[in-house]
Structures are given as structure tokens and as C-alpha cells.
């Protein structure tokens, strides 16, 4: 893994405010966090926001307050809706990697954790987006053989 491409966006995301939280296709969740932007789809309807980082974890996830498990990809869907909204506006306190297979683990005030935790053969399935505005174009970290590479190395 590499821990010195990890630590740059980690550093980026600390204290960084979520955003948005929106759902992908089946149980993905995407997490934008910092100023949000207005996208437009290809056929020009609106499309979700995005935030100078978008952290995407496309199943086998869950969101944990201090003393429970608030939902999950495999939870009743209809009460995601009020879980996401608590988190919305809260602060990043840390992001870390963990596990044998890197999994990412977000801290958010207030006691609320984001954890991602595959769940079926091949790897972990998060990725990190910096669509930061002193970029060119976005970049992005996300694991590949069992290491966190930059799109530079894949």
C-alpha cells in the first residue's frame, strides 16, 4: 500500500465538511465532501452535486454511530434516507485505512463513522476522488491487488 498517496488525501479531507450523500446504482453511496458543484447528466437533466472530494464505496458498506450500527448496504433501504441526512454537515475528523485488504474507515463529528467492508471476492471497492479545482482533471486513489494505488499507477 502505498501510505505516502494516502496521506495526501487524507490530509486534504481532514476537517472537510460532508456535503452530500447520494446513492448510485443498487448500494453504492457516494460522499461529497467540501463545496459542492451543480453536474448535469448527459442527456441534460441535473445530476447529483459533486464535492472537491467524492468518496465512493459501491457495496458492502455501513454507517456506525458510537454504540450501534445505523444502516448498511444490506439494510432496509427506506431508512437510509434519515441516516444520511444526520451526517450531512459534519466535519471529518480522521480517515484511516485498516485491515489485512485495505478497507477505509471515515470519522465524522459527532460521533459517526462511514466503514467500508467487502464483502465478495476480488477487492475492497472504494475509491477516493480529488476533483479539486487545482487539478486538471480529476484524480483518484482506490486499491488494486490488494494496494492503495493513485490513477497514476493503475
Not at 456535503?19 to 441535473?46: K, M, N, Q, Y
Request: charged share 20%; proline share 5%.
Amino acid at each position: 500500500m502505498s501510505s505516502a498517496i494516502f496521506a495526501t488525501y487524507r490530509s486534504a479531507l481532514l476537517s472537510q465538511p460532508l456535503s452530500a450523500v447520494w446513492r448510485g446504482h443498487g448500494s453504492a453511496i457516494f460522499l461529497e465532501f467540501g463545496r459542492l458543484i451543480p453536474r448535469t447528466r448527459h442527456d441534460g437533466t441535473p445530476g447529483n452535486p459533486q464535492g472537491a472530494y467524492t468518496v465512493m464505496i459501491e457495496w458492502s458498506w455501513r454507517i456506525e454511530d458510537e454504540g450501534s450500527i445505523l444502516c448498511g448496504s444490506w439494510s432496509d433501504e427506506e431508512n437510509w434516507g434519515d441516516v444520511f441526512t444526520a451526517l450531512i454537515g459534519r466535519e471529518v475528523r480522521d480517515i484511516t485505512i485498516f485491515g489485512r485488504l485495505p478497507e477505509l474507515s471515515i470519522a465524522l463529528a459527532g460521533g459517526y463513522y462511514v466503514a467500508s467492508f467487502m464483502t465478495a471476492d476480488g477487492q475492497p471497492a472504494w475509491t477516493i476522488f480529488d476533483n479539486s479545482i487545482e487539478r486538471p482533471k480529476p484524480g483518484y486513489i482506490s486499491v488494486r491487488e490488494g494496494s492503495v494505488l493513485a490513477d497514476t499507477d493503475v
